[in-house]
């Protein structure tokens, strides 16, 4: 577990299954997910119970965001954060955050989580650099990531269509400061 003043990040359990459910499917999300169709629960189970092999098996790594309780205990899961896309031969992985339980955004728990996930990235695994893509439009991604150190690098245009309307995203990197 990767434990931080606000909130953990541990591995998927498969009592995590009826949360990534709702949140995967939530239809307001998929547009900076990539989805574009509904998850079964099937296959959620699935990508459960491969959650647990290595990051350089499955190229991905998910750990659930807890929220810590007054006395430091575990309170309740309030989002997942991902490593994808983990290119071992250039040191660098994809970022991607969700604090799914919407009362908790906007109180720093995403931010506490890309602090704690840097750090395990560019330490643990000896990443060079972590990016993200987000649209030009999402605001307060932006404000996140910047503040968690990811500079913008580049914009692509007409990346993303979304509604039948074309939206440029950024890109943002973060390299390792060590």
Request: hydrophobic share 40%; charged share 20%.
């Amino acid at each position: 577990m990767i434990s931080g003043k606000n909130v953990h990040l541990r591995a998927i359990e498969p009592t995590d299954i009826d949360l990534m459910y709702r949140w995967e499917n939530d239809p307001e999300v998929w547009p900076v997910s990539g989805t574009q169709v509904p998850f079964s629960r099937h296959t959620m189970e699935m990508f459960i119970n491969i959650s647990h092999q290595d990051i350089y098996t499955n190229k991905q790594l998910r750990l659930a965001i807890e929220k810590k309780n007054h006395d430091n205990q575990t309170a309740s899961t309030i989002g997942y954060v991902d490593l994808f896309d983990f290119d071992p031969a250039n040191l660098r992985s994809g970022v991607g955050i969700l604090i799914g339980d919407t009362a908790e955004r906007r109180k720093g728990f995403a931010l506490e989580t890309l602090h704690l996930l840097s750090a395990y990235a560019f330490s643990t695994l000896n990443l060079h650099q972590l990016y993200c893509h987000i649209h030009v439009n999402n605001e307060s991604s932006i404000r996140l990531f910047s503040a968690a150190g990811f500079k913008l690098s580049g914009e692509m245009k007409h990346w993303t269509l979304i509604n039948g309307t074309w939206t440029n995203v950024y890109f943002l990197q973060k390299i390792n400061p060590f």
